[in-house]
């Protein structure tokens, strides 16, 4: 059996153990150059895999599927201690530094830290987007945010 061969085989049982009767597979052998997968019919698809990598490739077209679309468990359904993070970004398997994506369980877009907790986030924006200082609860601990419309930096005071 030639790598191709093998390579295909392997994408494929991948894809149909995700999402059975789809047979995907690539050109070559995936190594350190990104490829494109091709769908049962040989037709390119947005998917790229490399070794160290891969790449969604697509176009936000009304009426069409998104380009990438990432779910996750919302938080506090399944397991109580779900916080709701959908991705997380680091540098290392060591987890000593992370970001992590989600929807908390108030429907706020949140990222989180190592020291970040289901209810304490480096950032949380309201699922109404940024709200006023005059809707935040009583006691609220809050400080003067500023936004810096050259580059999208935020600062506090």
Not at 28 to 40: K, Y
Not at 55 to 74: A, E, F, I
């Amino acid at each position: 059996m030639s790598e191709q061969t093998k390579e295909a085989v392997q994408v494929g049982a991948l894809a149909a153990a995700v999402a059975p009767g789809i047979a995907l597979a690539v050109q070559a052998p995936i190594s350190g150059t990104l490829q494109t997968v091709q769908d049962e019919n040989g037709n390119n698809t947005a998917l790229a895999l490399a070794n160290l990598g891969a790449q969604v490739n697509g176009q936000d077209v009304p009426g069409k599927p998104l380009p990438l679309v990432v779910s996750g468990t919302p938080a506090g359904s399944g397991s109580p201690s779900s916080w709701g993070r959908v991705v997380r970004i680091s540098t290392g398997t060591d987890w000593a530094n992370f970001f992590d994506l989600g929807i908390d369980a108030n429907g706020s877009f949140f990222v989180n830290s190592p020291s970040s907790s289901p209810s304490a986030h480096v950032l949380a924006i309201a699922k109404g987007g940024i709200q006023p200082s005059t809707s935040a609860p009583a006691g609220a601990n809050l400080q003067s945010l500023f936004v810096d419309t050259q580059t999208g930096f935020l600062y506090y005071q």
